[in-house]
């Protein structure tokens, strides 16, 4: 089985129509075909939503594998009381919060050091407008995309992950309630926080 997710989640990724739930239930009874087919639709955005988590492309691979594994072994478990896609980000998130806890060996270095001219005056353009939260209007600037990443970097790894979800996934709150399976309260005042939190760490650079 590993060495199977290993080889697919090398694969390349197409864009795959077939109805979810005839595919999870086909991969249920058994058929590797399927499962494959769950894998490619779903390995890019797995894989993309870990890197923003943790930080470290090597790291992300190997979770992202680990989360395919655990969801496939698991499929038997699988209620149909969320989506397969719900249920499968699930487990990755919870499986990199838990790495993020766990994992002392990263260090992050001072923002400062990564801002170049431009960057840095997209950045102050940016932050003067108090009115703009959303990080994901600044990482769709393609000069600073790399210094949101780091400064994500940076949040403590619960508002990490609900900022990635909420602005970057554009997961919708009852969805990352469902997948952190924490309160809609929560994951709003998370979000808050986060994105507090998110612009000191930006403005801090560029002062």
Known sequence: MVKFIQERLKAASGNISIDEASLVAQARAGNMDSVERLILKYQ????NTILKL??????????AQDAFIRAIQGLKDFKGQSSFYTWLFRIAVNLTLNFCKKNSRVSFQSLQNELDEDAGRQLKDYLVDKKTTDPSELAAKKEVNG???????KLDPQQRAVVVLRDIEQMSYTEIANTLEMEIGTVKSRIARGRKNLREILEAAVQ
Do not use: H, S, V
């Not at 890019?44 to 894989?47: A, F, L, N, T």
């Not at 943790?54 to 979770?63: F, K, R």
């Open 44 to 47: 890019d955005r797995i894989y």
């Open 54 to 63: 943790c930080g470290n492309e090597a790291d992300a691979a190997e979770l």
């Open 147 to 153: 210094l949101i990443l780091k400064a994500l970097e």
